[in-house]
T-cell receptor, first 116, second 115 residues
């Protein structure tokens, strides 16, 4: 079984400051890793994903994340945030093995509040 | 171009009165999911379809049912909504491909209020 821990439930930050949202996972098998963003009263949108290859993954809206296998982490970063980045961010994993398991295992989310 | 469309965006229903939420997709994806998301919580998977195969989560109450009449449409039926069923309901789709990749595309959600 897999589990996902998002270490910070809330992250306040000033506009144009850098931000890091932390995600750690636990799994006995290899996983795919995802970050999703949810704006108020909206569905979720994929920010980026790690499937294989380079451990540094670039996504939309200037976000990037680095997969660290030894630390089982997939932290999300942005060098300079905007007010419009205020949203809920969810880290998720899924089992790589082929078969009927198509579920995403979700973290509890991190609320990013960007202040002027 | 909306790819996963949920209707309505907001739904108010009476306690105990059956309600149906709908989802359509233009992506031709094999897999469709229904999630329940309560305030400040992660989405909780209720069930999913792989083509016509229905997969119910073990902890999904019997009060929740689903139908998928064709590839494009999927419905969530709540037979007797309780106050605790008030939540955002999210529909999502994914394409079954090798290597297995469960990237999901979400609709904007339906916010259900039970009065």
């Amino acid at each position: 079984a897999q589990s996902v821990t998002q270490l910070d439930s809330q992250v306040p930050v000033f506009e144009e400051a850098p931000v890091e949202l932390r995600c750690n996972y636990s799994s006995s098998v290899s996983v795919y890793l995802f970050w999703y963003v949810q704006y108020p009263n909206q569905g979720l949108q994929l920010l980026l994903k790690y499937l294989s290859g380079s451990t540094l993954v670039k996504g939309i809206n200037g976000f990037e994340a680095e997969f660290n296998k030894s630390q089982t982490s997939f932290h999300l970063r942005k060098p300079s945030v905007h007010i419009s980045d205020t949203a809920e961010y969810f880290c998720a994993v899924s089992d790589r093995r082929a078969g009927n398991n198509r579920k995403l295992i979700w973290g509890l989310g991190t609320s990013l509040a960007v202040n002027p | 171009d909306a790819m996963v469309i949920q209707n309505p965006r907001y739904q108010v229903t009476q306690f105990g009165k059956p309600v149906t939420l709908s989802c359509s997709q233009t992506l031709n994806h094999n897999v469709m999911y229904w999630y329940q998301q309560k305030s400040s919580q992660a989405p909780k998977l209720l069930f999913h379809y792989y083509d016509k195969d229905f997969n119910n989560e073990a902890d999904t109450p019997d009060n929740f049912q689903s139908r998928r009449p064709n590839t494009s449409f999927c419905f969530l039926d709540i037979r007797s909504p309780g106050l605790g069923d008030a939540a955002m309901y999210l529909c999502a789709t994914s394409r079954d491909e090798r290597p297995l990749n469960t990237e999901a595309f979400f609709g904007q959600g339906t916010r259900l209020t039970v009065v």
